[in-house]
C-alpha cells in the first residue's frame, strides 16, 4: 500500500517570514523504513518544519533531499509520489464523500482527467478498512466527525503509496483505540515516517527516534530513551515529570508532577 521507503534528509534548513525566522537551520534524517518523531512545545516550528518537507513551504535556505534528489527540482506530482501528508485539516473536501476524498491520493499516479479504474477501487476500499473508516466511506466528508475525518485522511496518505509519510498530529481528535490502531499501523507500513506528535509518551512508544524542537532549534535528538529526559521536560516544557521505563514495553514513561 506504500512504495519503496525512502531516506530523508534536511540540511541546514533554515525558513523565514517577513523577517522572523522560524527555522534555524535544521539538520534532521529519517533513514528508509524509521519511523521518526519531531516533538516540542507550541510555536517551536514543528508544522513549518513539516510543510518544508512536504511542499508546502520553501525554505529559504539549506537543502531537502528524498534518496539523495533535491526536493526543490521535483515537480509537483514527482513530489506527490514520493511523499504524502496528513494534515491537522482538510481542504478542498467540500460536497465529497469519504470514498472520493481518499480516491484523490491516487490522482500523482493519474493522467490529467484519467477515471479511476478497477485496481484505484481496490486500492481505496483496502485503506478504507485498515484504517476502520469502510463503514462510513459513503458519508459526505464535511459531516464526519474530528476523528473520521483523520482516519480518512491517513487512507487518502495510504492509497497515494508514498515512500514518505508526513503526518502532522495523526491523533489529533482521535480516541485512544484509534490513536493506538493509526500509530501502529503507520509504524507497521513499508514506509518511512516523520510524525509531529504532541503526546510524548506516544511518541516513545511508536517512534524510533525522536527531535526536539525549541524555538526553531533541534534542542536534542536521539532515541526517545536518549531524548524524554527529567531534564529536557523541564528546561524545554517547563514542567515536573518522573520518566521511568514502562514496565510492559520498555519505552520511556513519563509521569508529570503537578
Not at 173 to 197: C, F, K, M, N, S
Request: with cysteine.
Amino acid at each position: 500500500m506504500t512504495g519503496r521507503p525512502l531516506e530523508l534528509t534536511l540540511d541546514a534548513v533554515r525558513y523565514e517570514v517577513d523577517g522572523h525566522t522560524l527555522l534555524h537551520g535544521i539538520d534532521l534524517t529519517a533513514r528508509p523504513g524509521e519511523t521518526v518523531g519531531v516533538v516540542g512545545p507550541n510555536g517551536s516550528g514543528k508544522t513549518t518544519l513539516l510543510r518544508c518537507v512536504y511542499g508546502a513551504l520553501r525554505p529559504v535556505w539549506g537543502s531537502i533531499r528524498f534518496d539523495g534528489t533535491d526536493a526543490g527540482s521535483l515537480a509537483v506530482k514527482e513530489r506527490a509520489r514520493r511523499v504524502a501528508v496528513v494534515p491537522q485539516d482538510a481542504s478542498g473536501t467540500f460536497g465529497l464523500t469519504v470514498r472520493e476524498v481518499v480516491a484523490m491520493g491516487r490522482s500523482p499516479h493519474k493522467r490529467f482527467w484519467e477515471q479511476d479504474g478497477p485496481d484505484d477501487a481496490l486500492r481505496v476500499a483496502s485503506a478504507l478498512e485498515a484504517v476502520g473508516a469502510g463503514a462510513f466511506a459513503a458519508r459526505p466528508f464535511d459531516e464526519l466527525s474530528g476523528g473520521e475525518r483523520q482516519r480518512a485522511l491517513v487512507a487518502r496518505a495510504l492509497v497515494q503509496e508514498p515512500g514518505l509519510l508526513a503526518l502532522d498530529e495523526p491523533t489529533n481528535h482521535l480516541d485512544i483505540r484509534y490513536q493506538l490502531e493509526v500509530l501502529g499501523l503507520v509504524r507497521r507500513l513499508p514506509a518511512t515516517a516523520l510524525l509531529v506528535l504532541h503526546d510524548l509518551n506516544l511518541a516513545a512508544s511508536f517512534c524510533d527516534r525522536l527531535y526536539v524542537l525549541a524555538a526553531g532549534r533541534v534542542v536534542a535528538a536521539g532515541t526517545p530513551g536518549e531524548v524524554l529526559t527529567e531534564e529536557l521536560l523541564g528546561e524545554v516544557y517547563g514542567v515536573r515529570a518522573h520518566v521511568r521505563d514502562h514496565p510492559i514495553t520498555g519505552a520511556p514513561n513519563i509521569v508529570y508532577v503537578p
